[in-house]
Structures are given as structure tokens and as C-alpha cells.
């Protein structure tokens, strides 16, 4: 079994595609603004039996997942009933406690992130000691497995953050310490607390959030070789609230910004809006149509079209209550998803709408040689609650998938 290839959904039946991959969209647009380049959407739904938390896809369509070993329908070499598994893109589900080298002491718990080059981290248990442990997973040569590299420290409690394309985790220890475990196997501590990194050249790129004064705010932090560790920027410090921060592998960011505005009938109100930041501290503010009420989330990702960045976004509706997503593609008015489908997959969409979590991951398009494929649009990741759950169990039905097909 091959466990990281390219694949095309449109040709495996696990992936119940809705519509026709050429049926031109319908684009509701302004009319002074024009439609996405050559772009339509389609909506894709796999099921997954027992799954129960995505954590993350890379950009060839891999999904890092957890399933209920009783519910999985499947045998996994694991005494645990929570078990570490990837979804490919042709809708397998891989249990990583099958696909380790035999005689490995461990239960593999859960899958947190997955890169690029198939490598995936974790936590799990080694030689039944039930205390987190963290892993990191390599395919091996022959693309039927994976080595395993254990990331933890003996009788301390372990988790991962993230994952660069170089095979470099940020790895949190339940004392308080935080290192970066480079792919060489040497570390960096770390000495303030990050929610992201990424490797750039010879330099690490630490991103953190802090409190500042009586609002929350965001900073980037740089984390030189030698191990000092200090503020590089603030992100938007004078905003009244700056959250949901989301950063790419090239170091541009988005988020939601609350400011105050003035009272009206005596009651303070608030604005939201969605802003993208550059390495270099400059912000850009995404206007989005008034047809569009801001939602909760904003994400770009390293696609970058005439120095602006993709951004990507949720919209929450309050009647019915549901979550939708936009797209901004640089030098375009940002749109709903729907409003670029062909009206035979918008009604299959909208039928899906209200089992769908719609604040998913984001990927980067690639070419097929690994590089960033300019002339693209991403694709939306999410989960998908099941109809008629009856276990009273948190489970979810399987992954559905928003991606742009070509005209």
C-alpha cells in the first residue's frame, strides 16, 4: 500500500462527487466586480466510520485523523480505542499503528499534523505507561510504512504543535519546556510559549500570542540558531481584540480584528473585520461585500498573486444558523464558495449545508513537482456531522472537501 502518492478523486468511488466537473458556475457577484479567473467549485464528501478529530491536511489532500477503534470497522494493532490514522486522497484510511515496524512498544493516539512529504506528529503511548507521549512519522523508502522517531522524555507528559516542510516539530513538555526538535535531531529550546513555527533558510520563525494589557493581541517571534528568542512584531496591538490568527509556511498571516466604535444609544459597538499581514508588518484590510457577514475565521495560504495573498474566510448566518465560506482572490471582490458552483452542485451543497463545520483547513495548490502552483485556487478541508447519530458519542460523519475545478 502506498501510503503518500498524488491522486485524482474524480475517478474512486469513495469520494461521492456532487455535480459535473465542467458545468460552468453560477457567479453572484456585484456587477461591478469581477468573477474568479477560470474557476468553478465542486463539493466532494468521503465517510469514515468512527472518526472522531481532523487535525490537519497537507497540501496533496492527506488528512490527519483519530477514529474510534471499536467503530472503525477495521483491525488495528492497537490495545487503545483511540487510534493515530491518515485519509488519502483516494478515501483510504491508513491506521498508523499498522504501518510502524513491528515490535515498536507503542499505541499510536492521535495524528496532529501532517506535512508535505508525509511525515506526520503526534502523541501516543510507549510500552503502556499511559503518559502522552510525542512521535514523529517519516514514510520510509519504499513508501509502505513509516519510521518511527520518538520525540518524548521518559516520565514527562509530551504534545506537539506543529510541523514544517523539513521535517522540524515544536514539541511542549508538561513541565513548562518547549523545544524545537530539528529533523538533524538536535534541539532548540524554547522560552516563550508559540502556537506555530516554521523554518526560512538558515533562520526559525516562532509565532506566539500573549496577553498585552487588558486586550489580547498577537506577536511574531523569531527564534535565532544560538537559541535567543524576542518580539520580531506586534500584529495590529491597537486593535480593541486580534484573534483566530492564522499563519502560512511563507510567513503571512490573517486574522479577525475587533475595534471599538462610538456608542450608539448609549451602548458601545463593535467592529469586526478580516486583515492579512506580510513578514515585514504591513497590513492590508479585506473588504468584504455587505452581502457578507463576518464570521469567525480567516486563513491564507502561500499562494501569493501579484504580492497579495489568498485569503480565505467564514461567514456566520444567523437565520438559519450555519457557517459558510468566502474566497478572496487577489485583485477580485471575495465571494461565497456556493455562488461559484454550477446550480446543480449548489443545491447538493445546500442540502449538505447544515452537516457541515465549514471553518476547515485550508491547502496550498501545488504543482507536481512540489512548488506552489501560482495559478491556482485552494481547497477547503472540513468535517461533516453524521445524520441520525444515535450513539451519543462525538462523532462525525467524514471529511467533505470544497476544490476548484478548471474550465
Same mark, same amino acid.
Given at each position: 500500500?502506498?501510503?503518500?502518492?498524488?491522486?485524482?478523486?474524480?475517478?474512486?468511488?469513495?469520494?461521492?462527487?456532487?455535480?459535473?466537473?465542467?458545468?460552468?458556475?453560477?457567479?453572484?457577484?456585484?456587477?461591478?466586480?469581477?468573477?474568479?479567473?477560470?474557476?468553478?467549485?465542486?463539493?466532494?464528501?468521503?465517510?469514515?466510520?468512527?472518526?472522531?478529530?481532523?487535525?490537519?491536511?497537507?497540501?496533496?489532500?492527506?488528512?490527519?485523523?483519530?477514529? !474510534?477503534?471499536?467503530?472503525?470497522?477495521?483491525?488495528?494493532?492497537?490495545?487503545?480505542?483511540?487510534?493515530?490514522?491518515?485519509?488519502?486522497?483516494?478515501?483510504?484510511?491508513?491506521?498508523?499503528?499498522?504501518?510502524?515496524?513491528?515490535? @515498536?512498544?507503542?499505541?499510536?493516539?492521535?495524528?496532529?499534523?501532517?506535512?508535505?512529504?508525509?511525515?506526520?506528529?503526534?502523541?501516543? %503511548?510507549?510500552?503502556?505507561?499511559? /503518559?502522552?507521549?510525542?512521535?514523529?512519522?517519516?514514510?520510509?523508502?519504499?513508501?509502505?510504512?513509516?519510521?518511527? *522517531?520518538?520525540?518524548?522524555?521518559?516520565?514527562?507528559?509530551?504534545?506537539?504543535?506543529?510541523?514544517?516542510?523539513?521535517?522540524?516539530?515544536?514539541?511542549?513538555?508538561?513541565?513548562?519546556? !518547549?523545544?524545537?526538535?530539528?529533523?538533524?535531531? +538536535?534541539?532548540?529550546?524554547?522560552?516563550?510559549?508559540? +502556537?506555530?513555527?516554521?523554518?526560512?533558510?538558515?533562520?526559525?520563525?516562532?509565532?506566539?500570542?500573549?496577553?498585552?494589557?487588558?486586550?489580547?493581541?498577537?506577536?511574531?517571534?523569531?527564534?535565532?540558531?544560538?537559541?535567543?528568542?524576542?518580539?520580531?512584531?506586534?500584529?495590529?496591538?491597537?486593535?480593541?481584540?486580534?484573534?483566530?490568527? @492564522?499563519?502560512?509556511?511563507?510567513?503571512?498571516?490573517?486574522?479577525?480584528?475587533?475595534?471599538? *466604535?462610538?456608542?450608539?444609544?448609549?451602548?458601545?459597538?463593535?467592529?469586526?473585520?478580516?486583515?492579512?499581514?506580510?513578514?515585514?508588518?504591513?497590513?492590508?484590510?479585506?473588504?468584504?461585500?455587505?452581502?457578507? @457577514?463576518?464570521?469567525?475565521?480567516?486563513?491564507?495560504?502561500?499562494?501569493?498573486?501579484?504580492?497579495? &495573498?489568498?485569503?480565505?474566510?467564514?461567514?456566520?448566518?444567523?437565520?438559519? /444558523?450555519?457557517?459558510?465560506?468566502?474566497?478572496?482572490?487577489?485583485?477580485?471582490?471575495?465571494? !461565497?464558495?456556493?455562488?461559484?458552483?454550477?446550480?446543480?452542485?449548489?443545491?447538493?451543497?445546500?442540502?449538505?449545508? &447544515?452537516?457541515?463545520? @465549514?471553518?476547515?483547513?485550508?491547502?496550498?495548490?501545488?504543482?507536481?513537482?512540489?512548488?506552489?502552483?501560482?495559478?491556482?485556487?485552494?481547497? %477547503?478541508?472540513?468535517?461533516?456531522?453524521?445524520?441520525?447519530?444515535?450513539?451519543?458519542?462525538?462523532?462525525?460523519?467524514? /471529511?467533505?472537501?470544497?476544490?476548484?475545478?478548471?474550465?
Amino acid at each position: 500500500m502506498v501510503i503518500h502518492s498524488g491522486h485524482n478523486r474524480d475517478h474512486d468511488p469513495r469520494w461521492h462527487r456532487v455535480g459535473s466537473k465542467r458545468q460552468k458556475a453560477r457567479r453572484r457577484s456585484a456587477a461591478s466586480a469581477p468573477p474568479l479567473p477560470g474557476f468553478n467549485y465542486r463539493f466532494d464528501f468521503v465517510s469514515v466510520a468512527g472518526l472522531t478529530e481532523f487535525s490537519d491536511v497537507n497540501d496533496l489532500g492527506f488528512c490527519a485523523i483519530r477514529v !474510534r477503534v471499536d467503530l472503525s470497522g477495521q483491525q488495528i494493532a492497537t490495545v487503545e480505542n483511540r487510534a493515530a490514522a491518515v485519509l488519502t486522497p483516494d478515501g483510504q484510511v491508513l491506521n498508523l499503528d499498522n504501518l510502524i515496524p513491528a515490535g @515498536e512498544p507503542w499505541d499510536l493516539l492521535r495524528a496532529a499534523r501532517i506535512n508535505n512529504r508525509g511525515q506526520v506528529i503526534g502523541i501516543g %503511548i510507549k510500552n503502556g505507561v499511559r /503518559i502522552a507521549r510525542p512521535f514523529l512519522l517519516t514514510p520510509n523508502a519504499t513508501l509502505t510504512g513509516y519510521d518511527l *522517531t520518538d520525540l518524548g522524555v521518559d516520565g514527562v507528559s509530551g504534545s506537539v504543535s506543529s510541523l514544517n516542510e523539513q521535517g522540524d516539530a515544536l514539541v511542549y513538555f508538561g513541565d513548562g519546556s !518547549r523545544v524545537i526538535r530539528f529533523a538533524d535531531g +538536535t534541539t532548540l529550546p524554547v522560552g516563550l510559549d508559540g +502556537t506555530g513555527y516554521e523554518h526560512f533558510g538558515s533562520t526559525q520563525m516562532l509565532f506566539g500570542r500573549f496577553a498585552d494589557g487588558l486586550y489580547p493581541s498577537t506577536r511574531f517571534l523569531k527564534a535565532e540558531l544560538n537559541g535567543n528568542v524576542y518580539p520580531l512584531r506586534f500584529i495590529a496591538s491597537n486593535a480593541y481584540n486580534h484573534w483566530n490568527v @492564522e499563519v502560512a509556511e511563507n510567513g503571512y498571516s490573517a486574522a479577525l480584528e475587533q475595534v471599538p *466604535t462610538v456608542k450608539v444609544k448609549g451602548a458601545n459597538r463593535r467592529m469586526d473585520y478580516f486583515v492579512t499581514h506580510d513578514p515585514w508588518g504591513n497590513v492590508t484590510k479585506i473588504d468584504l461585500p455587505a452581502s457578507i @457577514e463576518p464570521g469567525f475565521f480567516v486563513k491564507v495560504n502561500s499562494q501569493i498573486v501579484g504580492g497579495v &495573498p489568498l485569503a480565505v474566510g467564514t461567514e456566520l448566518n444567523s437565520n438559519p /444558523i450555519h457557517i459558510m465560506s468566502w474566497i478572496r482572490f487577489p485583485g477580485f471582490v471575495a465571494c !461565497r464558495f456556493r455562488d461559484l458552483m454550477a446550480p446543480a452542485m449548489q443545491q447538493q451543497y445546500d442540502e449538505a449545508l &447544515p452537516n457541515l463545520y @465549514e471553518s476547515g483547513m485550508l491547502t496550498t495548490p501545488r504543482n507536481l513537482d512540489g512548488s506552489i502552483n501560482h495559478a491556482g485556487a485552494p481547497s %477547503i478541508f472540513g468535517l461533516a456531522y453524521p445524520e441520525g447519530n444515535t450513539t451519543g458519542l462525538p462523532l462525525y460523519g467524514g /471529511i467533505y472537501v470544497l476544490s476548484p475545478t478548471l474550465d
